[in-house]
């Protein structure tokens, strides 16, 4: 890898901040430094930066809101960027002068997003509800529950492939799957929403219904990045399965190692204490990946993204 240069951003649209402590910025409060924490604020600054550093081989990551991400205490090198500059926040309606369209940029708040339709009583996303996530991060992940996935109202989305070009995908070029898209350019850019009018008294009762279940169901007081795996087909059935369940009837709720911890509420919910170490959560993984296996033969998959220094050095990386 080449050393980074300042001079890289010189003439860039960008702020930058050195050794910046993006484990503690993450929800799990944990975790290492990133060399440089970079924010564009504008889109063409972000595009030659993704040009640029392709052209010297410097690795760049992404990262949303941090609510699905551990960053290892060693914390990983080159370029991580957030897109939380206004260019990237916006919210655009009548899209194409269609009152049913909505365009959201990726570095949007999605709790924010979603107060402020459930306000003007705009129905489609309030599924996600309680869930914390950039539209960025919540489309790369294609966030959900019980009430559905952020992947059932989309329109299209548009992102920057690696040279740093932007590419507009329609709905029926993409794919949304249990936790995942098909979508493979690094940087989600901005989405269109399909929407809906709705009666907003009806839609904010929906919406306090929807979050009333998420803080019965989930520690969210907690410092966690939610599930820590996702939920396995079931070798019998074909069927998901809640991996909470399987973990919490393995007997493992409440199982600590160092500073993490099981949570006793959801024992797909992994938690960090003040001041606790990511290693500790992530070598916690690995002993409930061990014993799950050991016990009912089944293989967990992570769903929370563990950044290190080994991991591939990628934008977008899962
Ligand atoms: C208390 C709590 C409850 C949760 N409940 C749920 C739940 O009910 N359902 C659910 O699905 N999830 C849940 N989660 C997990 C989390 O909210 C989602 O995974 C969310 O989509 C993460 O979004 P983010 O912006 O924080 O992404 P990050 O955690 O910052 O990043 C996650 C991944 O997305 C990539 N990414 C981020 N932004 C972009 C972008 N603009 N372009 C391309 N890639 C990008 C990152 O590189 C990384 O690979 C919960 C988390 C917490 C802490």
Redesign the pocket.
């Known amino acids: 890898m080449t050393r980074i240069s300042r001079s890289l951003f010189g003439d860039l649209d960008v702020e930058v901040e050195l050794d910046a402590p993006i484990g503690v910025a ?2 799990f409060c944990a975790g290492g430094r990133a060399d440089f924490l970079v924010r564009p604020q504008t889109a063409d600054a972000l595009a030659e930066l993704l040009k640029r550093c392709r052209q010297i081989d410097t690795p760049v ?9 551990l960053v290892d205490d060693d914390g990983v090198s080159g370029i991580v960027v957030r ?1 939380d500059a206004p260019a ?1 926040r916006s919210i655009e309606h009548n899209i194409d002068g269609k009152l049913e369209l909505v365009r959201v940029g ?2 949007a708040d ?1 709790a924010r997003t979603l107060m402020r339709f459930a306000r003007a009583g705009i129905g489609g996303l309030e599924s ?1 509800m ?16 019980a009430y559905g ?2 992947g059932d109202a989309v329109h299209a989305v548009a ?1 920057l492939d690696a040279g740093g070009e932007t590419r507009v995908y329609t709905a029926d070029e993409l794919r949304f799957d249990y ?1 995942s898209t098909n ?1 493979v ?5 901005w989405t269109v929403f399909s929407i809906t009018q709705e009666n907003p008294v009806r839609l904010r009762e929906r919406v306090k219904e929807i979050a009333a279940y ?1 803080s019965r169901t ?3 007081g ?1 410092k ?4 820590m795996y996702r939920n396995p087909i079931d070798p019998e059935t074909g069927e998901r399965v809640s991996a909470g369940r399987i973990i919490d009837e393995v007997g493992l709720k409440g199982l600590q190692h160092g500073s993490a911890t099981v949570s006793t509420r959801h024992a797909n ?1 992994f938690t960090i204490e003040r001041n606790g170490r990511a290693r500790d959560a992530i070598e916690l993984g690995d002993l409930v990946h061990a014993r799950v296996l050991d016990a009912r033969g089944i293989e967990l998959q992570r ?3 563990v950044w290190d220094r080994s991991s591939p050095e990628r ?4």
């Open positions: 993450s929800w990551r992404i990262m949303g809101e941090g609510a699905n991400l897109l990237f990726a570095g999605l996600l309680g869930v914390p996530a950039s539209i960025g991060g919540a489309i790369r992940m294609n966030a959900g529950g996935e952020i992102c936790r979508i350019d690094p940087i989600i850019l998420k989930q520690p969210l907690e966690s990045a939610g599930c919910f769903e929370v993204v934008i977008g990386n899962a």
